[in-house]
């Protein structure tokens, strides 16, 4: 095929198959799959149009064992695992029955050559867990890999694509012969094709029409602000009609909430591409050169059947507020005719310019939408499929449910509308959340799914601390209210002032008054000249708490939730000192073995 995608004769000792198996709970390791598979497909052979590789992306449980050692042994295939984290460092589910096999006692020789990538987040205790266990077991097993494993973290601060650059182009250095490049001057190929409805029918008749049994759209029944209107925060309490509805979720569990483009970026987006509002409705089909493409299910859910409009794919789809990569200046550098522009995409492009390239977009958190408009003689030269490449399609949020399952009517999410001002005094709106505070309305459906969270339930008997300052607290409003008959209750809760950000304040000291719960708040804000108290300095009040509950037979669970950074790590030194204070010698290996057991959870964001 030609850098365009057109096909042409590839022949077997010349090409390389690549397989990109992936491991996903909310599809971040499918988005990785995907962007690895176009990456190879772009290396051709020199003096001719055949693409090395031969990519194929596919889901971890659709692989096998005997799947890998019967396709992928061979010394022109490569395979590269993508695996996320999900839970206390375990494999998402659909790697879970390939981890099984692997570990199987009778399992034979896998001697295939790979490369292993995680995503994780380095704010969580076992980092990559299932990345670095891939790694070492497929070693153990005869595999071969050049390489560490790539450890990707959400908290680098260019999220996954801080390790996963550097890491690809040392695996294209060690996979792809020198005669194969990436040609600089050639257009990335696109994905998708867009077909007019006079196009073939049955091109479009051909078109898949899949559906998404866990996305349902949900009316949104109450968006009730419930910080003091004179606090900073505006946080807000979400509610969504589950009336006859297929969601099922535990106490514990996260709703995913597909957002919507603000009105301000839609309509900036068709002063720049004016003439695509017009334009009858169209069919987005995948090239059927790139076998791994396909259009995500939830689009038919979120949009209905196609044929679409630019209307619905502006509102619904297309993801304005992401910060673009190298891969987006690659494109706008193909198109782009002023030769000073060209250059200084040509530099963003190069290893060398990515501090620039960082200094110009994720520092400042510019989006895409931002840069095609201060790039508007370039951005209009992009034809309209290719589009689909420089946005992103928008991806769900979560929110940690804070109504318990046995509501049955409604579910609730607190959310925290994300605002702030950047260091160009930019001021930004996070997208879901500010979307859903300012933008829905009462009676429009929005596409919402149940995930399992990473806290798992005790049992029925056992001492449960939780600890959630924030909207921390949400998961636990609805364990406690899921079981106010069961368990001894301790809540630790922390907001700035009692009459600014106290979440559920009334309904926690309510369960109080019927002794269902113990609670702790504390208001970092009102201890009027005193040192700042927060849910870590009340942990650390109670150590005849601790030592009680060590000395009964009943089991301890710690729950911990909220915002990620220095919260998670100060309650961990806070619970090791009242460990110390009843009595346990070695704090550090204690809560480890309480982590890996699973009595000390952690869910952080
Ligand atoms: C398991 C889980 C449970 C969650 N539960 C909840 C919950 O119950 N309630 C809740 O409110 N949220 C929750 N979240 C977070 C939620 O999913 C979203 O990340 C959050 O609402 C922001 O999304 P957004 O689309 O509004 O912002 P986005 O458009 O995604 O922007 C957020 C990004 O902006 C950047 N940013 C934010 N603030 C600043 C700043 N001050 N300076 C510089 N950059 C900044 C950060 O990079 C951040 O990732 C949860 C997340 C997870 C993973
Ligand atoms: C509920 C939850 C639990 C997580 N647990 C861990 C963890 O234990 N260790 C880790 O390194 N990352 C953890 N992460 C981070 C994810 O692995 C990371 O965000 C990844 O990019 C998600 O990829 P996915 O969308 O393909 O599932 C967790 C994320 C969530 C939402």
């Known amino acids: 095929?030609?850098?365009?995608?057109?096909?042409?004769?590839?022949?077997?000792?010349?090409?390389?198959?690549?397989?990109?198996?992936?491991?996903?709970?909310?599809?971040?390791?499918?988005?990785?799959?995907?962007?690895?598979?176009?990456?190879?497909?772009s290396f051709t052979i020199e003096n001719s149009y055949t693409h090395y590789f031969r990519?194929?992306?596919?889901?971890?449980?659709?692989?096998?064992?005997?799947?890998?050692?019967?396709?992928?042994?061979?010394?022109?295939?490569?395979?590269?695992?993508?695996?996320?984290?999900?839970?206390?460092?375990?494999?998402?589910?659909?790697?879970?029955?390939?981890?099984?096999?692997?570990?199987?006692?009778?399992?034979?020789?896998?001697?295939?050559?790979?490369?292993?990538?995680?995503?994780?987040?380095?704010?969580?205790?076992?980092?990559?867990?299932?990345?670095?266990k891939l790694h070492n077991r497929l070693k153990q097993l005869s595999a071969i890999s050049p390489f560490a494993v790539c450890l990707c973290d959400d908290q680098h601060d260019c999220g996954y694509a801080g390790a996963l650059n550097p890491y690809l182009e040392r695996c294209w250095r060690a996979w792809v012969p020198e005669n194969c490049t990436i040609n600089p001057d050639s257009v990335p190929v696109a994905r998708y094709n867009l077909l007019s409805l006079t196009a073939s029918t049955d091109?479009?008749?051909?078109?898949?029409?899949?559906?998404?049994?866990?996305?349902?759209?949900?009316?949104?029944?109450?968006?009730?602000?419930?910080?003091?209107?004179?606090?900073?925060?505006?946080?807000r309490l979400i509610a969504f009609d589950t009336t006859n509805s297929n969601l099922i979720f535990q106490a514990g569990d996260v709703l995913q909430v597909f957002a919507e483009n603000f009105p301000d970026n839609i309509q900036n987006f068709f002063e720049l591409y004016p003439q695509?509002?017009?334009?009858?409705?169209?069919?987005?089909?995948?090239?059927?050169?790139?076998?791994?493409?396909?259009?995500?299910?939830?689009?038919?859910?979120?949009?209905?059947?196609?044929?679409?409009?630019?209307?619905?794919?502006v509102t619904k789809i297309l993801d304005f507020q992401s910060i673009p990569g190298v891969y987006a200046f690659q494109i706008l550098r193909s198109f782009a005719t002023d030769p000073l522009i060209k250059e200084k995409f040509d530099e963003y492009c190069r290893p060398e310019g990515l501090d620039d390239l960082y200094n110009y977009t994720n520092r400042p958190r510019r989006t895409i939408l931002e840069v095609l408009l201060d790039f508007r003689n370039t951005a209009v030269l992009v034809p309209p499929n290719y589009l689909f490449e420089l946005i992103p399609f928008m991806r769900p949020r979560a929110f940690s449910i804070a109504s318990p399952p046995c509501e049955t009517q409604h579910i609730e999410i607190l959310v925290a509308v994300v605002e702030y001002t950047t260091n160009l005094k930019t001021r930004r709106r996070g997208t879901c959340s500010h979307w859903l505070a300012e933008y829905c309305q009462i009676g429009q459906k929005v596409g919402v799914f149940c995930e399992k969270g990473s806290l798992r339930p005790p049992p029925n008997d056992a001492h449960v601390i939780m600890i959630g300052p924030g909207t921390g607290v949400a998961p636990f409003r609805s364990m406690i209210k899921q079981n106010l008959d069961k368990w001894d209750k301790h809540l630790f809760f922390g907001c700035r002032n009692?009459?600014?950000?106290?979440?559920?304040?009334?309904?926690?000291?309510?369960?109080?008054?019927?002794?269902?719960?113990?609670?702790?708040?504390?208001?970092?804000?009102?201890?009027?000249?005193?040192?700042?108290?927060?849910?870590?300095?009340?942990?650390?009040?109670?150590?005849?708490?601790?030592?009680?509950?060590?000395?009964?037979?009943?089991?301890?669970?710690?729950?911990?939730?909220?915002?990620?950074?220095?919260?998670?790590?100060?309650?961990?030194?806070?619970?090791?000192?009242?460990?110390?204070?009843?009595?346990?010698?070695?704090?550090?290996?204690?809560?480890?073995?309480?982590?890996?057991?699973?009595?000390?959870q952690t869910e952080t964001y």
């Open 1 to 41: 095929m030609d850098a365009a995608g057109s096909a042409s004769v590839t022949t077997e000792s010349s090409t390389a198959d690549l397989l990109i198996a992936f491991g996903t709970t909310t599809g971040t390791a499918r988005d990785v799959a995907h962007r690895i598979a176009r990456e190879a497909y």
């Open 55 to 132: 990519p194929r992306v596919l889901s971890m449980k659709e692989i096998s064992v005997n799947y890998l050692i019967s396709n992928w042994v061979d010394k022109n295939a490569m395979v590269i695992f993508v695996v996320s984290t999900t839970g206390q460092g375990e494999f998402p589910d659909d790697t879970k029955e390939l981890w099984r096999e692997l570990c199987g006692k009778s399992v034979p020789a896998v001697p295939i050559r790979f490369a292993a990538i995680g995503l994780g987040d380095s704010s969580y205790e076992m980092y990559n867990y299932p990345a670095k």
């Open 276 to 313: 695509l509002r017009d334009q009858p409705p169209f069919y987005l089909v995948s090239d059927p050169n790139m076998r791994w493409v396909s259009i995500p299910v939830e689009l038919y859910e979120l949009c209905g059947p196609q044929p679409w409009t630019w209307e619905t794919i």
């Open 498 to 600: 009692k009459d600014m950000d106290f979440y559920f304040g009334h309904e926690f000291n309510e369960m109080v008054d019927k002794r269902q719960l113990s609670f702790y708040p504390a208001f970092s804000r009102d201890s009027a000249g005193r040192k700042l108290e927060y849910v870590q300095d009340l942990i650390v009040k109670e150590p005849n708490l601790f030592r009680n509950m060590m000395a009964s037979p009943l089991p301890i669970y710690i729950y911990v939730c909220g915002r990620a950074g220095e919260m998670p790590k100060d309650v961990r030194i806070a619970v090791k000192t009242v460990f110390e204070k009843a009595g346990i010698c070695d704090t550090e290996a204690f809560l480890k073995s309480m982590i890996q057991r699973g009595y000390y």
């Open 203 to 235: 091109e479009c008749n051909n078109q898949p029409r899949p559906t998404c049994d866990k996305l349902e759209r949900r009316m949104l029944i109450r968006n009730e602000r419930v910080t003091n209107s004179e606090h900073f925060q505006d946080t």
